[in-house]
């Protein structure tokens, strides 16, 4: 006969389903999760939306001293004063000038560091030599000289080569100091390609340039992007090479926007200010977010590995 002893309490508790409570706890966890990030989200975004918001505003509705309140009536005078009109000194041509200075250093600057840097680090990583990984160790230990210990034989060598003062001069600063911590990124990622992919390639014929071209390129669009991002970043962003190896009509947008800011002559225009801040940020900001998903891919691809 079938056992109907009643079940003791402490027996259905154990054989009750439990299925909800894990739900329970994992939806309270996802809402202390996007909680933090709502609000850490508002920090870095206040500042942000301050600036946004004074750009647009004019001086009379600036001094009411409301800083969060958008604006009553929308001017982009402050937009146009900070490209074209901002005074520095004599200068009063805002922001153009250094924009284009900045360009004609960005473009040389990332062209070439990018391109001897994945040259390095392709033959670091496939084509070893005597002395290779000495030579790498040295080149890596460049990466974490500080620049200020050579800001002024930097300053010696550019006089030297007639360059100091030049763009070229802050093109080949901008180069050399890219190198070491691309040439890294470049040999990580080369040593995460399928050696088998370079060995056949080397019984078929093909070459040290062959290989490089034909292969290897093809396969590291991600990390050229992640390059790219990190040099158009630091060297659109740079204030202190500018402000050294440049003069007046060389200046870099950055060194532009600090003379801006900081000019002591007539009223303090907070709106100008804020309107010249957005736009210096904003080559770097439109890059990464055209090139951001290609950026993740190339360092989840092998651009921090090894």
Same mark, same amino acid.
């Given at each position: 006969?079938?056992?109907?002893?009643?079940?003791?309490?402490?027996?259905?508790?154990?054989?009750?389903?439990?299925?909800?409570?894990?739900?329970?706890?994992?939806?309270?966890?996802?809402i202390f999760l996007y909680g933090t990030l709502l609000l850490v989200s508002v920090y870095y975004l206040l500042p942000l939306y301050v600036m946004v918001v004074t750009s647009l505003k004019g001086m009379p509705e600036i001094r009411m001293g409301n800083i969060?309140?958008?604006? &009553?009536?929308?001017?982009?005078?402050?937009?146009?004063? #900070?490209?074209?009109?901002?005074? !520095? +000194? /004599?200068?009063?041509?805002?922001? %153009?000038?250094?924009?284009?200075?900045?360009?004609?250093?960005?473009?040389?600057? &990332?062209?070439?560091?990018? !391109? *001897?840097?994945?040259?390095?680090?392709?033959?670091? #990583?496939? $084509?070893?030599?005597? +002395?290779?990984?000495?030579?790498?160790?040295?080149? /890596?230990?460049?990466?974490? /000289?500080? @620049?200020?210990?050579?800001?002024?034989?930097?300053?010696?060598?550019?006089?030297?080569?007639?360059?100091?003062?030049? *763009?070229?001069?802050?093109?080949? &600063?901008? !180069?050399?100091?890219?190198?070491?911590?691309?040439?890294?990124?470049?040999?990580?990622?080369?040593? %995460?390609?399928?050696?088998?992919?370079?060995? #056949?390639?080397?019984?078929?014929?093909?070459?040290? $340039?062959? /290989?490089?071209?034909?292969?290897?390129?093809?396969?590291s669009l991600p990390i050229f992007v992640v390059a790219m991002i990190l040099q158009v970043t630091g060297i659109w962003n740079d204030f202190l090479f500018g402000v050294i190896y440049t003069k007046p009509a060389t200046y870099p947008m950055t060194v532009q926007?600090?003379?801006?800011?900081?000019?002591?002559?007539?009223?303090?225009? @907070?709106?100008?200010?804020?309107? #010249?801040?957005?736009? !210096?940020?904003?080559?770097?900001?439109?890059?990464?977010?055209?090139? +951001?998903?290609?950026? &993740?891919?190339?360092?989840?691809?092998?651009?921090?590995?090894?």
């Amino acid at each position: 006969m079938a056992d109907t002893t009643p079940m003791s309490f402490d027996a259905a508790v154990l054989t009750e389903p439990r299925g909800p409570k894990p739900r329970r706890r994992l939806s309270r966890r996802n809402i202390f999760l996007y909680g933090t990030l709502l609000l850490v989200s508002v920090y870095y975004l206040l500042p942000l939306y301050v600036m946004v918001v004074t750009s647009l505003k004019g001086m009379p509705e600036i001094r009411m001293g409301n800083i969060f309140s958008p604006p &009553v009536e929308i001017t982009f005078e402050p937009w146009v004063r #900070a490209w074209s009109e901002a005074c !520095t +000194g /004599i200068n009063c041509d805002g922001l %153009s000038r250094g924009f284009g200075n900045s360009v004609r250093i960005l473009i040389p600057s &990332v062209a070439l560091s990018i !391109t *001897i840097a994945s040259i390095n680090g392709y033959a670091l #990583a496939n $084509w070893r030599f005597k +002395g290779s990984e000495v030579f790498f160790t040295i080149l /890596i230990f460049g990466a974490f /000289i500080p @620049y200020q210990t050579m800001l002024y034989p930097i300053v010696i060598l550019l006089r030297e080569l007639g360059l100091m003062g030049s *763009i070229g001069g802050l093109v080949l &600063v901008h !180069t050399i100091f890219g190198m070491p911590i691309l040439t890294l990124l470049f040999r990580n990622y080369f040593t %995460s390609i399928p050696e088998e992919l370079f060995k #056949a390639a080397r019984v078929d014929g093909a070459g040290f $340039w062959g /290989i490089y071209f034909r292969i290897m390129l093809p396969m590291s669009l991600p990390i050229f992007v992640v390059a790219m991002i990190l040099q158009v970043t630091g060297i659109w962003n740079d204030f202190l090479f500018g402000v050294i190896y440049t003069k007046p009509a060389t200046y870099p947008m950055t060194v532009q926007l600090n003379n801006i800011v900081n000019s002591t002559q007539g009223v303090k225009e @907070y709106n100008v200010n804020m309107a #010249a801040t957005l736009l !210096t940020g904003l080559v770097p900001l439109v890059i990464y977010f055209i090139s +951001g998903k290609l950026f &993740v891919r190339g360092i989840a691809a092998g651009a921090v590995k090894g």
